[in-house]
């Protein structure tokens, strides 16, 4: 099946009603019988006895989109999914909210795990995506991903 | 002939967000202008993208391309 390439990006954090909409949104979808979650959270990570307070997230947009419908092929290929949906935060998002979530869902659980699980790794590792931790007193370092 | 270069991450703390260099004509020389311009750069790890095409060796530029410098990727 031919996918047309999707926009993952929110303008600023993933709110828990998004998340929740989209779970309820696969209650119709009975062939499904196990999803799995992943969902990233700004950290406020405390550096020189100064706290980050929120990330401000920005991406070569264009490059992104299609490095993505790259991955999502790639992912579709490889495991048994039904469904997977990638969403990723722009903007400013605080300490405490969500910036990424990440959600497979197929008919038997370890398809969607493995799947999930993959994606994340290659969505920090090959996304053109860069975060800035932003500080209480207005000073910024650039975010280093592990 | 004109490049139109846009930066992202760390590297816009050094040279804005945004670049438009003259007679450029392939990436090497690319790289020792921006140098050139902004010597804190050489500390900086990067990567070229040409039209969105992450590069590895010296390639030619044409007019209008869009070069992108990225450093390293930070998301999720």
């Known amino acids: 099946m031919e996918r047309k390439p999707k926009n993952i990006f929110v303008q600023g954090a993933i709110e828990a009603v998004f998340i929740a909409d989209s779970i309820q949104k696969h209650s119709s979808k009975t062939n499904i019988g196990g999803h799995s979650i992943f969902l990233g959270q700004v950290r406020a990570d405390k550096i020189d006895e100064k706290e980050v307070v929120a990330i401000e997230y920005t991406a070569y947009e264009e490059m992104a989109l299609e490095k993505m419908h790259v991955i999502r092929e790639e992912i579709f290929a490889k495991y048994n999914l039904t469904c997977m949906h990638v969403h990723h935060s722009l903007g400013k998002v605080s300490a405490g909210e969500i910036c990424l979530f990440v959600f497979t869902s197929s008919a038997h659980r370890k398809a969607a795990m493995e799947a999930c699980n993959e994606l994340v790794e290659r969505i920090k590792a090959e996304l053109p995506i860069w975060g800035k931790e932003l500080f209480a007193d207005e000073s910024h370092q650039w975010k280093i991903n592990q | ?76």
Not at chain 2, 27 to 46: D, M, W
Not at chain 2, 58 to 67: A, E, Q, S
């Open chain 2, 1 to 76: 002939m004109a490049i139109n270069i846009v930066i992202f991450g760390s590297l816009t703390d050094i040279t804005g967000s945004t670049l438009q260099l003259e007679n450029i004509a392939d990436t090497n020389a690319l790289v020792s202008e921006l140098n050139n311009r902004y010597p804190v750069l050489v500390n900086s790890k990067f990567m070229i993208a040409v039209n969105k095409k992450m590069i590895d060796t010296n390639t030619p530029l044409n007019n209008n391309d869009t070069i992108a410098l990225l450093p390293p990727f930070s998301g999720g």
